[in-house]
């Protein structure tokens, strides 16, 4: 079963690997957490998991939806852009069974296009969001 920990863990591991440093503070939204906004004035990735697409193949696979939703620095249109696209490379990279975290992950396809402008707040920070299909071993 994909879990909020199993994402988070594995960009945190994905954005070290491009040299993010510090990490971007990651929530399990799915909105906005005004607190961890206001304490966190930088990078934030909100990551939810919802209903997807169902079990396949006899059960064995889950299909859940994964929501991201990545915050960039304030005033910095390109480095929300720039956080959103390398999140979503992670996520693509998984393009085959593998084992992520201690799962079984057979693939990950993105529901509809790369990540899209969602909106700027009132903190001046740019939010972009992007949706896939992960399935994984139930």
Request: glycine share 10%.
């Amino acid at each position: 079963m994909l879990t909020y920990s199993d994402i988070s863990t594995y960009l945190q591991q994905w954005l070290a690997g491009l040299s993010y440093n510090p990490l971007p503070f990651f929530d399990p939204g799915p909105g906005v957490n005004l607190d961890a906004i206001d304490a966190n004035p930088d990078r934030i990735v909100l990551c939810s998991i919802g209903g997807g697409a169902g079990f396949a193949t006899e059960m064995v696979f889950d299909r859940p939806m994964v929501s991201l939703r990545t915050i960039g620095k304030q005033m910095d249109y390109l480095d929300a852009e720039t956080l959103a696209f390398d999140c979503d490379r992670g996520m693509v990279a998984i393009d085959h069974s593998q084992m992520v975290n201690g799962e079984w992950w057979s693939s990950i396809n993105r529901v509809g296009g790369g990540p899209a402008l969602l909106l700027k707040d009132d903190g001046d920070r740019y939010h972009f969001t992007c949706n896939y299909i992960v399935e994984v071993v139930f």
